[in-house]
């Protein structure tokens, strides 16, 4: 079973950074794509930035352009999210998940496809970011 845990989450002042882990595991491969959402509360899920499974590439919402980045470290089978001149407007629970299949009791990630464009089907339980002063 694939198991995406999230941390690093916590209480930060506008203008700060803080940087999430998704630690993944249970993937058939490591070029598995990951995205990057967050709730806000009253508001829906958001979609903050992806990275896809083959080539590495990146995307993200307007809103965190030039503020956010994400990366991945193989070796730790981890992705993560570093988030720069945070604003209150910033302040959700941000999960990430990945996107595949399962065949019998292999997951098969979405390995190929450009993340913008996947559905992502496998969840974090999510980690509290309040930005705050």
């Known amino acids: 079973q694939v198991q995406l845990v999230e941390s690093g989450g916590g209480l930060v002042q506008p203008g700060g950074s803080l940087r999430l882990s998704c630690a993944a595991s249970?993937?058939?491969?490591?070029?598995?794509?990951i995205g990057w959402f967050r709730q806000a509360p009253g508001k829906e899920r958001e979609g903050v930035g992806c990275i896809s499974g083959s080539d590495g590439s990146k995307y993200y919402a307007d809103s965190v352009k030039g503020r956010f980045t994400i990366s991945r470290d193989m070796a730790k089978n981890t992705v993560y999210l570093q988030m720069n001149n945070l604003k209150p407007e910033d302040t959700a629970v941000y999960s990430c998940?990945?996107?595949?299949?399962?065949?019998?009791?292999?997951?098969?990630?979405?390995?190929?496809?450009?993340?913008?464009?996947?559905?992502?089907?496998?969840w974090g339980q999510g980690t509290q970011v309040t930005v705050s002063s």
């Open positions: 998940a990945s996107s595949g299949y399962y065949s019998g009791s292999h997951y098969y990630p979405h390995v190929s496809t450009k993340c913008e464009k996947l559905n992502f089907n496998s």
């Open positions: 249970g993937i058939t491969s490591d070029y598995y794509p």
